[in-house]
């Protein structure tokens, strides 16, 4: 195993080289780094410029430039954003721990009760609880996350606040404005919608996964051998049912994971929460190059992280495979 890795680690590092030379190509390409740099600069001096274009690589063709700009970028000798000549990494640092704590929560939850009543549909397949569990995961899947979450800000700030007085959520922020300090108990009052929204999305796509990817291991060979030997159901289902069948599932969860990183863009928009899907949109919307390549960097290399620790995990869930 610890080959496996080391190998997957080895590849993982041209990987990343190329994929982030093509982002940066892409984002050269699509926001014109020089351009918006000038329209937010329009007094800069021609020192100004050209160190802007140094620290970038935007003086020369896109494979030099790309290499001068990943010096800078190991070296930590990042530029300053276009607007306002602001750190990139503490704003960056800020966005990527409030997507990880929503996307972690959201996560959290939803993959525990979409297993769960996944499980619990593939017990019985064709009967009503399946039937129901499948009914209200397509309905899942088909809501888009920005009508659950304009719904849900409708009934639990809107309507709420005009049948009792007050919002039960609040639907805007991690906290409110003015906080200072840390206050757990306002943090989760803040995450709740958001986290509803996206756990409703992860909840009726893992439940599926999960259900099919146990029928298939329900009526395998070795499960019916586990019966003939006398084991209890219940030891069945959770150590050569279950294990089995979260293989698949685990692939999937190794991609959410990882994408999670890039941000969650509808719902932190919808909600002005300030994670890296805000930050992207913000950054974009100006054309900040500084301030989008980092952020790329990373989620290119969480994706990568993630799919390493999923192919790891294949060999802890079942002995039968073998990564070496």
């Known amino acids: ?39 937010s600069n329009p007094r800069a001096t021609r020192s100004k410029i050209a160190q802007y274009k ?35 990494w503490p704003e960056l640092k800020d966005a990527i721990a409030n997507s990880a704590r929503l996307g972690i929560a959201a996560t959290t939850v939803g993959v525990f009760i979409g297993l769960t009543i996944g499980i619990f549909a593939a017990l019985r397949p064709g009967g009503k609880r399946d039937v129901a569990v499948n009914t209200a995961a397509f309905v899942g ?19 709420w606040s005009k049948w009792f007085g007050n919002t039960l959520f609040p639907t805007s922020g991690v906290y409110p404005p003015g906080q200072d300090g840390f206050d757990l108990v306002l943090m989760i009052k803040h995450m709740a919608l958001p986290t509803v929204v996206v756990a409703i999305q992860i909840i009726a796509v893992y439940s599926r996964y999960m259900r099919s990817s146990l029928l298939d291991v ?26 089995n069948a979260l293989i698949p599932v685990i692939t999937i969860a190794a991609l959410d994971i990882g994408a999670i990183v890039g941000g969650l863009i509808i719902t932190e928009n ?10 992207f949109l913000s950054a974009f919307g100006n054309g900040d190059f500084p301030l989008l390549m980092p952020l790329m960097v990373i989620i290119v290399a969480s ?22």
């Open 1 to 39: 195993m610890f080959r496996f890795a080391l190998r997957r680690s080895a590849w993982a590092i041209p990987t990343l080289l190329l994929v982030t030379f093509l982002v940066y190509i892409a984002l050269r390409m699509g926001t014109d780094p020089l351009a918006s740099y000038m329209r």
């Open 54 to 88: 140094e620290l970038n690589g935007l003086g020369s063709n896109y494979v030099t430039g790309y290499f001068s700009w990943l010096k800078n970028f190991v070296t930590f000798n990042w530029p300053k954003s276009i607007k306002g000549s602001r750190e990139v």
């Open 141 to 159: 899947i088909s809501i888009p996350p920005y009508i659950s979450a304009i719904l849900l800000q409708l009934l639990f700030a809107v309507y």
């Open 218 to 243: 329900l009526n395998s060979d070795y499960m019916r051998t586990a019966r003939s030997k006398g084991l209890s159901e219940f030891r069945i289902l959770m150590r050569h049912g279950v294990r």
């Open 270 to 279: 919808i909600f002005d929460y300030p994670g890296t899907g805000k930050y």
């Open 303 to 324: 994706v990568l992280l993630f799919n390493l620790l999923a192919d790891v995990s294949y060999a802890i869930l079942d002995p039968r495979i073998r990564l070496d």
